[in-house]
């Protein structure tokens, strides 16, 4: 029986023998192979018996890593000093773009402008800064500018040759609030805002700012938009401070206020005239002043006819039935009058043509004397005066369109009256007057006319003078000496017109007392050189009102004040309102973001540092403009009111105590943030 073979392929047989062969390139892969294999076998045994391999290896590894991390951590700090640096540039920008913004009322492209030029000096090029207003991140009701700037900061080559990335735009953004904007009633100065005594201050629809404390005691009410303060903000022993339509709206620590009316350092011009009116001087003029002397003249009834040519005469006296006198003269003659003197004489002394020099008129009694040259042009000069006597009630009338030179003044001493009518229709016939206008009874009436008074000024007692429109000239200025009388002016005669009163008398470019009247009318420019004291009722026409001096407008006994479409500018103190039953004051211009700042939106100004006092005792005080007093503490007293009627009132001032119980209110709505105090970053 055969023995059975066993066989086992790919490995040896149970004989011992080989198995088949592979031939061909199988062979050599799998040779290689089974060598690969052998080799990661026994260096895997020498890893696990040699533990110096794998600390190399780890070794590697880690110091890859941190090259990787270093690389990283020096792109990081570069980012996060160029954020800073951003944030840093940026706070700044909206702070000064805020503050350029207020100041430039309300002017994006100055804001824009100011921004990019702070970062521009910063290494921020402008083209990389953005600005905007917009609403505070408060949500206080108020704005705030929005600045954006964008830097590229560099990368290590690391960051190039992992991403790609040479540089990396880093963005701050800050927001400075216009804690101000419509401010409408600032105190400049570190005394503040202070109110007690039931006082009530209320400026609706716009901020009350205070480069010191604002406080309210004693039951004093304030009511705001806002409040904000340098110092502080309190209130004590019911006294009140109320925000609306936001409450809570009290802003403290703030920057100093700014002045909407000195962008320039220079008060805009506000005041630069008031230097002008100091150096006014009394106008000169050459009067005649000899006394001629020659034959007197008698008329008690009929004509008297004195004939032609040059002639000297003594004394004319006048009475009776006489009717007619004839001066004739001529052109180019001279005639010379010792004195013209009228009793109880009702009829028309007539000049013809040339020159008058007459040594004093006097007009007595009764009757009406006319003097007529309105066929002639004469010049008149009389010295010692035109005078009607104390006790008659003799009238005169001037007719006619002489050229007038007299010195001993015009004096209404009766109960009569004195009228200039037609004399003056050019500046070719012009009224001189030295010793000044005096009515101590009776009445004086002057026409349209170019007045110049030398010396005297305008002086009334219990009175009436009137003129009418003019160019004037009043030196030793406008004295009431009581009484109820009146003195108007109307207004510029034509573009060459004045009203001027270059000197005073005892300090006073005005002075009125009683319960007197003061009527000016329209001039571009009234100046008023020495101080002005008002009772009574005053009426000022449109223009700009000097006075180098003080202002003083107390009516103990009563009275109005009528000013529309005025500025006042004081150099002194101003003390206004007392006793007053009406008071109106509006500027020329509507207070608007654009006119805001300008002179013409002016109703009421002061460069004095010397305390003023605004007196609500008037029950019916409208201001509408700009009352603007940088330097002064003013004190507002008294239980009347102050509004601006609708209008906007801004009070400017250096400080501002309430006091007695009276009121202030004025709306701003239209006036937009019309001026910035400081800002605040708040973001």
Known sequence: MKARRATCRGGVDGAGQSPRRVAGPTRGRLARALSATSRLVTAAGRLGSDRRGSIIVLAAASFT??????????????????????????????????????????????????????????GITAANVSAAIVASPRNDGNNAAMVTVT?????????????????????????????????????L??????????????????????????????GATYTAKAFDSVGSITTSNGGSITTTPTSGNLLTGSSKPLDPYNTDGNYNGIFASLANVYNLTAPTHSYTTSAPSGQNYTCASGVLNLGSGSNTYGTITLSGTCSVVIISGGSGTTTNISYLSTSNFSGTIIFGDGTYNIGGVYIGGTGTVTIDDSASTAVINVWNGYNTQSGSSASVVFNGPATYSITGGINAYGSGSITFANVFSSANSTFYVSGGINATHGSLTFPNGYYTITSGGINDASNNITFGNGSFIIAGGIQYSGGSGSVTFGSALDSN????????????????????????????????????????NLTLGAGTYLIYGDFDANATGGGSISANSVSIIVEGAIS?????????????????????????????ASISSAASTVTAGASNTVIQGAVYLPNAAITFAGSGTITGNGGCTMMVMGSANFSG?????????????VTTAGASLVQ
Not at 158 to 171: N, P
Not at 585 to 603: C, D, K, Q, Y
Request: glycine share 12%; hydrophobic share 40%.
């Open 497 to 536: 017109s004045v009203f001027q009163v270059p000197t005073s008398t005892n300090g006073y470019a005005i002075d009125t007392s009683g319960s007197s009247s003061l009527t000016i009318g329209s001039f571009t420019e009234v100046d008023l050189n020495g101080n002005v004291t008002i009772a009574g």
């Open 151 to 187: 830097a590229q900061v560099p990368l290590v080559p690391f960051a190039k040759a992992a991403f790609g990335l040479s540089t990396m735009a880093v963005s701050a953004t800050a927001y400075a609030e216009l804690q101000d904007a419509g401010a409408c009633f600032t105190a």
């Open 65 to 122: 890593l941190l090259v990787i991390a270093t690389a990283m951590a020096l792109d990081m700090a570069q980012l996060y000093i160029a954020k800073s640096t951003a944030q840093r540039i940026a706070d700044q920008s909206a702070m000064a773009a805020a503050l350029a913004y207020g100041q430039g009322k309300d002017s994006t492209s100055i804001m824009q402008n100011t921004a990019g030029s702070l970062s521009n000096v910063n």
């Open 576 to 604: 206004f309102g007392q006793g007053y039953s009406s008071i109106t004051i509006t500027a020329p211009s509507t207070l608007t973001s654009s006119t805001l700042g300008t002179g013409s939106t002016i109703a009421l």
């Open 189 to 218: 100065k570190s005394g503040g805002v202070t109110g007690t005594g039931g006082v009530t201050l209320t400026t609706s629809g716009c901020a009350v700012v205070s480069a010191g404390s604002i406080t309210a005691t004693n």
């Open 661 to 673: 119980g009276g009121s202030f209110s004025t709306s701003c709505n239209g006036v937009a943030n």
